[in-house]
């Protein structure tokens, strides 16, 4: 094909137009995205928060409800309530935490240099029988780990308050509005479905928000008791810092299977290097594994309060904490298995719909 | 200054005309005016163009249409997807309510034959309704139940006046 100079120049200038305007396109496109990131990271913590807080207050809003009192007053009603008996705890709580929180900190090295201790000689014993793992050294990955993780302690602290006032803030005020306006911003969303879906969608989303928000609640109660449940058991013993372990099993049991057994890591650590090897920490080890997990868990808790089928599986629950660590940290890895069991009710919702619907033939023959 | 009285009356006067629309309605006639401003906010408005189809017969039915405009037409299907028309229905007429307690699938299909606003009320609001105001659910419960008794009495009532003949069979 022969082309003259002025075409060639022209069809130069237009693919360089055609580059030029993509890589702009992408740019500006890539720039969106990271100022849409950016600006909902703020946001994604308060929101998660207040969603959750939402589901567990909601039933309570609906009981009231049927005493007649409006649901904008009842939901008033509670945050009331939960201010007022914040404010009255409050200087109390803040001196207890606060002078908990520096005093472990305070303890924090002697713990870790305990912890790495006890890996240095379980790893001279096994690199004893098996040489082969001579290369790997844990002692050293664990020290690292906890220097960093002391250092972020000592940095974030000041920080997190920080945070903790921001979220004080915004997670009632989202929560109220979930509360009171749920439904409708529910039903001003599938109203934007065309006719012929509509009455599918609006029957499914109220499926899968009922069973979603009954899941979300149960495993919140199941965190809460469980966390209690350890508190009280530790408070019985010697052990320092029964309240935060507390919180910490009950906020790792959020996480199926791996959760609870990172909750007891802590426990066993300080009963280990502060009580030493005594009935005391055969106690807590009864109280983690026996009592707090298989019977009150397993036994108690999750047959009444978690529905069977938002059950994953331990690979699923793998991949999720992995793939919610990797995009938000140790949050992620907290809500990531939430999220993922959220999906798993709808898939099942939808295949329950279509599975009910499909059974009766009414398309060809009608009494008449 | 009589516009800005018009503008504010006539939304009252819409407003009150939806809950008197809706107290005509036999399944709705056991409410009274607070119930009714409650299932007002529970109403799913929706409008439709000529021709436009509101279900299939063999879709998952889960509630009722109450007709506010506009006129709609039953129909149903036979083996060759040959359309045989049941009846129209205007203004102020119902249909679908069977679903609305129990999921079922549509028994036939319902068009709209010119433009239509319909008021939807689905089982999953009535579900709601009744964890957060039973009474109100029993109200509307009760005027369901009347109406399908009534109808399954017409129904008898017809029956033994054309009796199914052996030879039909």
């Excluded at chain 2, 009252?12 to 607070?34: G, T």
Aim: proline residues 4%; aromatic residues 12%; contains cysteine.
């Amino acid at each position: 094909m022969n082309m003259t100079r002025s075409q060639f120049l022209f069809f130069y200038l237009v693919m360089t137009a055609a580059l030029a305007s993509g890589l702009a396109i992408f740019s500006s496109a890539s720039t969106i995205a990271l100022a849409l990131r950016s600006a909902a990271a703020g946001i994604f913590v308060p929101l998660i928060l207040a969603l959750a807080t939402a589901f567990v207050l909601d039933p309570v809003v609906s009981r009231m409800e049927k005493y007649h009192i409006a649901r904008s007053r009842s939901t008033l009603a509670i945050f009331f309530f939960s201010v007022v008996l914040l404010w009255l705890s409050g200087s109390w709580l803040v001196t207890y935490t606060q002078q908990m929180w520096i005093s472990l900190v305070q303890d924090f090295p002697r713990y870790s240099s305990g912890l790495i201790k006890y890996i240095k000689e379980a790893q001279m014993s096994w690199q004893d029988q098996f040489p082969f793992l001579i290369q790997y050294d844990l002692t050293e990955r664990v020290r690292s780990w906890a220097e960093s993780f002391f250092s972020f302690l000592i940095v974030a602290t000041p920080k997190s308050a920080l945070k903790l006032g921001s979220l004080l803030i915004l997670v009632p005020l989202f929560a109220f509005f979930f509360i009171r306006d749920g439904a409708n911003i529910r039903r001003n969303l599938i109203a934007l479905a065309p006719n012929r879906y509509f009455e599918m969608a609006h029957d499914l989303s109220y499926l899968i928000s009922r069973q979603t928000s009954r899941f979300v609640r149960g495993r919140i109660i199941e965190a809460s008791i469980i966390g209690a449940c350890i508190t009280a058991g530790l408070s019985l013993t010697d052990i320092r810092y029964a309240p935060l372990l507390g919180l910490f099993a009950g906020i790792t049991n959020l996480i199926p299977y791996i959760g609870p057994l990172v909750g007891m890591i802590p426990g066993f650590t300080i009963a280990l290097i502060d009580l030493g090897f005594g009935a005391q920490f055969w106690w807590i080890v009864i109280l983690y594994v026996l009592i707090a997990q298989v019977i009150l868990d397993n036994f108690i808790l999750i047959p009444i309060l978690i529905s069977r089928y938002a059950n994953l599986h331990p690979l699923l629950v793998i991949v999720a904490i992995i793939m919610g660590g990797k995009i938000y940290g140790v949050l992620g890895m907290i809500i990531g298995v939430p999220i993922l069991s959220a999906c798993k009710i709808a898939f099942i919702q939808i295949r329950h719909y279509r599975r009910a619907f499909s059974l009766p033939d009414t398309g060809t023959e009608l009494p008449r | 200054m009589h516009n800005l009285w018009d503008r504010i009356l006539r939304s009252n006067k819409e407003e009150e005309s939806l809950s008197a629309f809706l107290q005509r309605i036999p399944v709705f006639s056991h409410l009274n005016n607070r119930d009714l401003q409650y299932i007002k906010t529970l109403i799913h408005t929706r409008t439709y163009d000529p021709g436009e189809i509101i279900f299939e017969q063999g879709d998952p039915g889960s509630g009722m249409y109450v007709i506010r405009s506009g006129h709609v037409t039953l129909f149903t299907r036979d083996a060759r997807n040959k359309r045989e028309d049941l009846s129209i229905l205007g203004p102020g007429d119902f249909f679908g309510e069977t679903t609305i307690a129990t999921p079922a699938a549509r028994v036939t299909s319902a068009s709209c034959n010119e433009n239509c606003e319909l008021l939807g009320l689905f089982r999953s609001d009535l579900f709601a309704v009744a964890e957060r105001r039973p009474e109100i659910a029993n109200r509307i419960l009760l005027g369901l139940t009347s109406v399908i008794s009534e109808r399954l009495q017409n129904a008898i009532l017809e029956l033994r006046r054309h009796p199914v003949s052996e030879e039909a069979d």
